[in-house]
């Protein structure tokens, strides 16, 4: 049972039965490509219109043509979170779907402050993190940062160098009228996050200095406009115009002035530190294993990240043959998303409702919309509020009307791997409506953990 | 919200705890906890409200007497016309103009060039620091709140207005979380069976139990009004979480301590003047304050608000026109009978010198020295106390001019 509710995304009733290898059932999961969506997903073209209709129609102020442009971002961003949501409740590979959630929400782009994300945060997942969830992670960090999504987000594309050229051209020139505001300096924003939530973690002894010195490596990082004249619309560019000149050292480490060169050779570098394999690994066993992680757990796990400089399959294998995942004495309350694809996969249904997505943004986890970059929290108390048991109760009401008249309330007694036994009374009770029952057991406490 | 106290039957959810017995019939109801309904006279009650992602006191609470005020805020200087003026050439960006109502009432304390004892511009070490109320970021997860709850004992409860426990509320005192809902409703014979089973989990028996204490809330008129309105203007949800926040404190036996917040300060670009982003958002957060003092009505002496934020932003630009993480920054206390009409500031100054490290408004007063002149002078807190509620702070005086 842990293979599927701890491991993967939740059972369906009977499945455990056809299992009689759990780990070599995970193994299989993680072997070749990343799992790919069960839904076509819409294309760069679609994507880049979209984005290019609506900063067109701003820069049109016009009324009707920005509110259509609106319009199709959130049906754009709808449509990719439904793809993705159906993935995790049909998916035959329900861990390497985990695997893959796991690692969007540790290098997450959201649209909570930043509705102008809306287009971008599905096509993020795809590109830049699911390809490489069985790969090297500087691969896949390295193709966060050149994500349009995540160069908005954390606007590392409003960073220019303060002696780059763009900027000391500009000052030699006489002003014949006042200029709009332009970008003179850094920004910071995504050096310091990169340091202290994708890599070496805030405790790792890092400066002001440091981030100042990353952020101005990285000047230059921007991308392509999405309008059709360019040849790779929103695809990355480097800018040498905007890219801060000279030496920079970061965390002890000095760097030759590259150009482009040098922000491949820090990312990939502070993804090879052993900080970073401390810090990642921690998440890591604190996703899998229990919210206080066991140090055994951890070390084991953060040695062979610095063993494999960061090989995710290999992290991946280990995780499954760490006993302390499969020891009943842990376990882990379910996130709000776990527990509606939980709830969904055993309703037997292949549909995501609508009524699921409203569920998720009532219960604060919305797909790609983090109030903070640091991303959805990953223990009990930050889901198990009192107000959030209320509404998980509510949603299990929803949701048993809405698929549980062709469900046999016992039979959902199979995917928890104990039940109270005044669950059981209740949840096989004749004298109660059928669909109470199954709202009963969805909203059970057995049935929110993992 | 609900009004009707029918101890007979098993309808009201506000109830539920105190006839849970009745409506379970023969099944082990020991040691149900009861609500209190009498009402104690002038209670006194705290709202603590945090503005995640650092919002920037320099420009919602401009200095305009400073004589490097325009020179190191460059494009982010505002026009001292477009300005609220305050005292001393302090004044409130015009968003905030709903809280000139409460400075001229004599109900606003500005503070500035407040910070947390702990040197960091990372968020999420900012707000551990400020939630926990500790000198650093690390020794405990509980909240300084959920201390000051223990430190009260009595009746004393806290519930958080917002989605989700903070960390500030944490602790082992009684605490609970309330959000608006829109999702099915149920009865009280499905929680009734729910009751029993959770009572057997040790995690979550308690949020359980929390959770059955709470009224039904019904934002009324004013909620249906939100229909069609968009969800950023002003009046919307953050006055329907603060009007929330006053049925929940105004409740009898209910929480005397509320946890609120906000976020959408993290502004590294564009963040405007006036008419812009931040002066907007600030506007929402005015609004829902005045929103929050109108439906306390009567009970609204005796009640403070606190604003707060885990850093303020660098005093300079960067180059996005946006501020990035900077250190000391404004807080507002808001009560009957607050200082009057005075800004809280040892000003440090934003000549290139006067600023920490060349970029940020300089800290001079210690958040914990704000909350527990709040403290000391909404619930009456000896100094022994104070310092159990901020362990490591008996170096740290309470700021007395709060409340004059």
Known sequence: MAALNRFGLGARPGEAEKIDDPRGWLMAQIQGAPPSLAETPPTDAEVAKVQADFIEANRAKDKDRRKAAAKAMVNLRRREVGHVLTTRVVTDRPFAERWVAFWSNHLCVSTANAQRLAVLVGAYERQAIRPHVFGKFEDMLLASARHPAMLLYLDNNASVGPDSPAVTRRRGRKRRKPPRPRRTDINENYARELLELHTVGVDAGYTQEDVIQLARMLTGWTFQGPGDRNKHPLGFRFAPRTHEPGAKTVMGVRYKEAGEAEGVHVLRDLAHRPETARHIATKIVRHFVADDPPPAVVARLAKLWTDTGGDLRRIATALVHSDEAWQEKHKKFRSPQDWVVASLRVLGTKEVPPLAAGALRQLRHTLWAPKAPKGYDDVTSTWADPDSLIKRIRTSRAFARRFGSSTDPGMLLDVVASADAELIRMVRDPAARPVDRVALFLASPEFQWR | ?404
């Not at chain 2, 968003?95 to 407040?114: I, Q, T, Y």
């Not at chain 2, 409860?157 to 960390?167: D, L, N, W």
């Not at chain 2, 953050?238 to 209910?254: Q, W």
């Open chain 2, 1 to 404: 919200m609900s009004t009707g106290l029918n101890h007979d039957t098993c309808m009201d959810r506000r109830h539920f705890i105190g006839v849970a017995g009745a409506c379970l019939g023969g099944l082990a109801t020991a040691s149900l906890p009861s609500i209190a309904f009498a009402q104690v006279p002038g209670r006194k009650r705290l709202v603590f409200v945090l503005l995640r992602g650092g919002f920037d006191g320099l420009a919602a609470v401009p200095p305009t007497f400073d004589p490097h005020y325009q020179a190191t805020r460059g494009a982010l200087a505002a026009k001292p016309s477009d300005l609220i003026p305050l005292e001393r050439g302090f004044a409130l960006t015009p968003g905030l103009a709903p809280l000139a109502e409460f400075w001229k009432r004599d109900e606003l304390a500005v503070l500035h060039a407040v910070a947390i004892p702990y040197r960091t511009r990372s968020h999420f070490d900012g707000q551990a620091v400020l939630e926990t109320g500790l000198d650093k970021p690390k020794g405990s997860s509980d909240g300084w709140l959920n201390r000051l709850l223990t430190v009260m004992g009595g009746s004393s409860k806290g519930v958080s207005v917002a989605a989700g426990m903070p960390r500030s509320l944490m602790g082992p005192a009684p605490v609970s979380t309330w959000s608006p809902a829109n999702l099915e409703s149920f009865s009280n014979t499905f929680l009734d069976r729910l009751h029993v089973l959770y009572r057997a989990d040790r995690e979550l028996a308690n949020p359980f139990e929390a959770a059955l204490a709470h009224p039904d809330i019904d934002l009324g008129d004013n909620d249906k009004s939100m229909k069609g309105r968009k969800p950023d203007a002003p009046g919307s949800q953050i006055d329907g979480l603060f009007r929330a926040a006053a049925k929940l404190l105004t409740v009898e036996g209910g929480p005397n301590v509320a946890a609120m917040e906000m976020s959408g300060w993290d502004t590294h670009t564009n963040q405007g003047l006036v008419g812009g982003y931040l002066d907007r958002l600030l506007g929402r957060l005015a609004s829902g304050l005045k929103a929050f003092r109108d439906e306390m009505g009567s009970q609204w002496p005796g009640t403070t608000v606190v604003v707060m934020t885990e850093f303020g932003r660098a005093a300079k630009p960067n180059g996005a026109q946006g501020t990035d993480h900077g250190t000391a920054g404004a807080s507002f206390v808001i009560a009957d009978g607050v200082a009057k009409r005075k800004v809280i500031a040892d000003w440090p100054g934003l000549g290139e010198k006067e600023l920490l490290e060349g970029r940020d408004l300089a800290p001079t007063l210690d958040t914990r020295a704000v909350l527990k002149g709040v403290l000391a002078g909404t619930f009456d807190l000896t100094g022994a106390q104070l310092n159990r509620v901020f362990p490591m702070s008996s170096n740290v005086r309470p700021v007395g001019r709060i409340f004059a």
